[in-house]
């Protein structure tokens, strides 16, 4: 055994394995040595095995969905490239990225960095790791550097882990407490922040002041004088659980001639779906993970999401899985 210093290396000789011996001397000292040939059986069940398919750990952004050779070919005027279907599909869909689309899709990478730019450089919820260090330089509030050059797709990935799940899962839109039209209104109106249509939650008037309300029901109030809804969630009153609607105006500090400025109405629970602050595309059809897995402990334990997320990359970059 000789060490080099200069070198930095160690090396070694010798038969480490006893594999050199046994076939030496494994006739004359070693009794259940043989040269024959024999057969051996083995049984046995394994773990199940994870096989990772594409369509079940996918989570696109908002803006990656870029179809740039759909665009192209809704640009072209002349007949000879309308007709033509592999120059879109084949060609440029090959070069450029089409649905279903990877992450890194030449043309999905380049629209998302334009279309995110103030997301991805100027927003510290949502920027990415580089202009996140470069916004608390501006401010003289620099720490540890944990900055690592990583392949693009694992960035993007650490990027994600980056934001706080509150920004990438979004939150439900308030449009979903739509008091001010009510139910039988032939109109249609779109939210400006989630694109849903709004859907009316005021239901019909309580006009008897006998109403029942019960204990978690909310019901909706309405400030007659400035034409102002609010929902009210309701709990004991008098610890009772069941009471009238005049009980809990009471129990709100109204005066008896409540009626003369306010209304209740009842409350429908309907939400249209819209989720607003997100960094999440829950709208793309390639988008497949499920909104309700919300905790930190589903995304960053390991075996979490994000764990998932990367080792799918690697797999794929190594050459791994078989697309």
Same mark, same amino acid.
Request: aromatic content about 14%; some cysteine.
């Given at each position: 055994?000789? +060490?080099?210093?200069?070198?930095?290396?160690?090396?070694?000789?010798?038969?480490?394995?006893?594999?050199?011996?046994?076939?030496?001397?494994?006739?004359? +000292?070693?009794?259940?040595?043989?040269?024959?040939?024999?057969y051996i059986t083995i049984t046995g069940e394994s773990s199940p095995?994870?096989?990772?398919?594409?369509?079940?750990? %996918?989570?696109?952004?908002?803006?990656?969905?870029?179809?740039?050779?759909?665009?192209?070919?809704?640009?072209?005027?002349? =007949?000879?490239?309308?007709?033509?279907?592999?120059?879109?599909?084949?060609?440029?869909?090959?070069?450029?990225?089409?649905? =279903?689309?990877?992450?890194?899709?030449?043309?999905?990478?380049? +629209?998302?960095?334009?279309?995110?730019?103030?997301?991805?450089?100027? /927003?510290?919820?949502?920027?990415?790791? =580089?202009?996140?260090?470069?916004?608390?330089?501006?401010?003289?509030?620099?720490?540890? !550097?944990?900055?690592?050059?990583?392949? =693009?797709?694992?960035?993007?990935?650490?990027?994600?882990?980056?934001?706080?799940?509150?920004?990438?899962?979004?939150?439900?839109?308030?449009?979903?407490?739509?008091?001010?039209?009510?139910? /039988?209104?032939?109109?249609?109106?779109?939210?400006?922040?989630?694109?849903?249509?709004?859907?009316? !939650?005021?239901?019909?008037?309580?006009?008897?002041?006998?109403?029942?309300?019960?204990?978690?029901?909310?019901?909706?109030?309405?400030?007659?004088?400035? !034409?102002?809804?609010?929902?009210?969630?309701?709990?004991?009153?008098?610890?009772? %659980?069941?009471?009238?609607?005049?009980?809990?105006?009471?129990?709100?500090?109204?005066?008896?001639?409540?009626?003369?400025? +306010?209304?209740?109405?009842?409350?429908?629970?309907?939400?249209?779906?819209?989720?607003?602050?997100?960094?999440?595309?829950?709208?793309?059809?390639?988008?497949?993970?499920?909104? %309700?897995?919300?905790?930190?402990?589903?995304?960053?334990?390991?075996?979490?999401?994000? /764990?998932?997320?990367?080792?799918?990359?690697?797999?794929?970059?190594?050459?791994?899985?078989?697309?």
């Amino acid at each position: 055994m000789e +060490y080099y210093l200069w070198a930095k290396s160690l090396q070694a000789a010798g038969d480490w394995t006893g594999w050199k011996w046994t076939n030496k001397y494994g006739l004359d +000292y070693l009794p259940y040595y043989t040269n024959e040939t024999s057969y051996i059986t083995i049984t046995g069940e394994s773990s199940p095995i994870n096989f990772y398919d594409r369509s079940i750990y %996918t989570a696109f952004k908002i803006n990656e969905d870029f179809d740039l050779a759909e665009k192209m070919y809704d640009a072209a005027s002349m =007949p000879i490239l309308k007709n033509s279907e592999s120059l879109f599909n084949n060609f440029l869909g090959t070069i450029f990225g089409k649905k =279903p689309f990877y992450q890194d899709d030449l043309a999905v990478v380049a +629209y998302e960095k334009i279309a995110n730019f103030v997301l991805n450089n100027s /927003d510290p919820d949502t920027c990415e790791i =580089p202009q996140l260090y470069n916004l608390s330089k501006m401010i003289d509030s620099e720490g540890e !550097n944990y900055q690592l050059d990583y392949p =693009p797709t694992i960035r993007r990935i650490m990027n994600l882990g980056s934001v706080n799940l509150s920004k990438l899962l979004g939150v439900n839109c308030n449009c979903g407490l739509s008091f001010e039209r009510p139910n /039988d209104c032939a109109k249609i109106q779109i939210c400006s922040y989630c694109k849903k249509e709004k859907k009316s !939650n005021r239901g019909n008037l309580i006009s008897t002041l006998n109403y029942e309300v019960t204990a978690g029901t909310s019901v909706v109030l309405k400030n007659k004088s400035i !034409n102002d809804y609010r929902l009210v969630p309701t709990g004991y009153v008098n610890s009772l %659980t069941a009471y009238t609607i005049n009980d809990l105006a009471t129990s709100i500090g109204f005066n008896t001639d409540w009626q003369d400025f +306010y209304e209740f109405y009842e409350y429908i629970p309907a939400w249209n779906g819209g989720i607003i602050e997100n960094l999440i595309d829950w709208n793309s059809e390639q988008t497949t993970i499920n909104r %309700t897995i919300s905790t930190s402990n589903e995304w960053f334990r390991d075996e979490g999401l994000l /764990d998932i997320f990367l080792n799918y990359e690697i797999y794929k970059g190594l050459g791994l899985l078989d697309e």
